[in-house]
């Protein structure tokens, strides 16, 4: 019996873009699927569009609320869905219509947390190049999130998660704190809790425009400041709900063992966990010297692998 899948589409004031972006889902070449369409408050025709839609295919479920943000719509996105697999896009985005079939088979696997690469498109539909840096490596991502605050993903529409993991995350805690860029809850927590697979296909068609491009946009000094208090206070509550403590982020042996944790490795990921490891775990002198060795010596052994 073929995994049914949630995707959950939020929508705000993009109408323009939005019946692409529901034609993309029933395009889909993986047919057992439930949309649901959340409209956080939109004053332009979403809605008109979203209710066409639902009178033609009875897969699609409405959801009209108040505009409350993007984090309140992803969480009554989740707490409507029934998937066992919950795929996310946003309204100006669009899928490949191979989308749903490949995240199933790579869920199917055994991975719970997934994401794929994208590529960039104007408004047009035209392919253009984009600047976001894509985190290539499949595996556990604790200490790179915790003492970088990396980030181990991609947009949200390249996103996908068990259910099993969405319980661990959901509801976004402070919603009203993520009134965007509200796939920061959804990555950093679920890096807390699952290994990351980043699936190397152009599964998602990522519409750049000037309205979402913030992502692209030299931010100020105070957004920066402030995006990273969020980003830490994430970090608390997903590592005080999961039980993880401070001990076994500066267990040297931890770093190491989750290092081993990637199917792939590169000198850029050997320095990163090296530098982790050298300048932000508290550790004895003679723990780093003894955990670098041990480091150096995975990495060898996968890098010849690779």
Avoid at 164 to 171: D, L
């Amino acid at each position: 019996m073929s995994l049914l899948v949630s995707v959950i589409l939020t929508n705000y004031n993009y109408a323009h873009f939005l019946d692409s972006a529901i034609e993309s889902v029933l395009k889909q070449t993986y047919g057992n699927f439930e949309l649901i369409v959340v409209d956080d408050g939109s004053s332009d025709n979403s809605r008109e569009i979203i209710n066409y839609y639902v009178s033609k295919d009875s897969r699609i479920i409405p959801i009209l609320k108040k505009n409350e943000g993007q984090a309140s719509a992803l969480n009554i996105g989740f707490k409507k869905s029934k998937g066992e697999i919950i795929s996310f896009l946003d309204s100006d985005d669009i899928y490949a219509p191979n989308k749903l079939e490949e995240i199933v088979k790579y869920h199917s696997l055994g991975y719970q947390y997934i994401y794929t690469d994208h590529q960039g498109i104007d408004v047009n539909e035209n392919f253009i190049e984009d600047n976001l840096k894509r985190y290539l490596y499949s595996g556990w991502n604790i200490f790179p999130v915790y003492f970088l605050s990396k980030y181990v993903g991609n947009i949200t529409s390249t996103i996908s998660i068990t259910r099993n993991i969405g319980k661990k995350i959901f509801p976004i805690p402070n919603e009203d704190q993520w009134k965007i860029q509200a796939d920061d809850p959804i990555v950093f927590q679920a890096s807390f809790v699952s290994s990351n697979f980043f699936l190397n296909k152009k599964l998602v068609f990522y519409r750049i425009h000037q309205s979402n491009n913030y992502y692209g946009k030299n931010l100020c000094n105070d957004y920066k400041y402030k995006l990273l208090i969020k980003r830490n206070n994430l970090k608390d509550i997903i590592m005080k709900k999961e039980g993880i403590s401070s001990t076994f982020i500066n267990n040297w042996w931890n770093l190491v063992a989750e290092f081993n944790t990637h199917e792939f490795v590169d000198l850029n990921l050997y320095k990163m966990y090296r530098n982790i490891l050298w300048f932000n775990m508290n550790i004895p002198f003679l723990s780093k010297i003894k955990a670098h060795f041990e480091l150096k010596k995975r990495f060898k052994l996968k890098y010849i692998k690779n």
